[in-house]
């Protein structure tokens, strides 16, 4: 069975500084990984994904992830964040061929001025 | 914006009842699966219909069931509401070819349902 952990549940930062949000997955095949956002009272949004291919991911709005198989990681970053960075960010994988998404618990990211 | 459109936004039951919630899909997708986000945690997949069928299911009793129709439009029914129902119920729309997803899941904006 596939499983996400999203180390940390809240993680502040402050405007300009470096975003760091952990995801660890586990997984018996190699599987597709995927980083999606959400603003209050809103739906999902999908940030970047790893398939196949260069292991280091860009997506939208400045983020990027670097897929790390011996580590089994996917972690997102920003080299600075920006006071519309702060929204719940959900880690999720899904196997080849597969049809469901497994997420992990979230991370709220809080951006300080 | 996805185009991927749910309704209604918000709604209010009492344990036993019963609901509907409707979702269009992306013009283009065939295939549309329904998920659950309860408070504080990430969205736990429900199931997934593609022509008209069933076709995938996360760990949720009978008594949540679906529908697709022609236009690749979807609903979600909950029958004898539990408290525990209470949640945001996302709805996103894919592309299946080949018996793989070919393009990435697009999300709506939910239907938010409180079970008193």
């Known amino acids: 069975a596939q499983s996400v952990t999203q180390l940390g549940s809240h993680v502040s930062v402050s405007e300009g500084a470096l975003v760091l949000l952990r995801c660890n997955y586990s997984?018996?095949?190699?599987?597709?990984l995927f980083w999606y956002v959400q603003y209050p009272n809103q739906g999902l949004q999908l940030l970047l994904k790893?398939?196949?291919?260069?292991?280091l991911v860009k997506g939208i709005n400045g983020f990027e992830a670097e897929f790390k198989k011996s580590e089994t990681s996917f972690h997102l970053t920003k080299p600075s964040a920006h006071m519309s960075d702060a929204a719940e960010y959900f880690c999720?994988?899904?196997?080849?061929?597969?049809?469901?998404?497994?997420f992990g618990q979230g991370t709220r990211l809080t951006i300080n001025p | 914006e996805t185009g991927v459109t749910q309704s209604p936004t918000h709604l209010i039951k009492t344990r036993g009842q019963q609901v509907t919630l409707r979702c269009s899909s992306q013009s283009g997708h065939n295939t549309v699966s329904w998920y659950q986000q309860a408070l504080g945690q990430g969205p736990q997949f429900i199931f997934q219909y593609y022509r008209e069928e069933e076709n995938g299911r996360g760990n949720f009793p009978p008594r949540f069931s679906g529908l697709q129709f022609p236009n690749y439009s979807s609903e979600l029914n909950v029958n004898a509401l539990e408290l525990d129902d209470s949640a945001l119920y996302l709805c996103?729309?894919?592309?299946?070819?080949?018996?793989?997803?070919?393009?990435?899941?697009?999300f709506g904006e939910g239907s938010r349902l409180t079970v008193l």
């Open positions: 996103a729309s894919s592309v299946l070819a080949g018996g793989a997803l070919s393009r990435e899941l697009f």
């Open positions: 997984s018996s095949v190699p599987p597709y």
């Open positions: 999720a994988v899904r196997r080849q061929g597969a049809q469901k998404l497994v």
């Open positions: 790893y398939t196949t291919g260069a292991t």
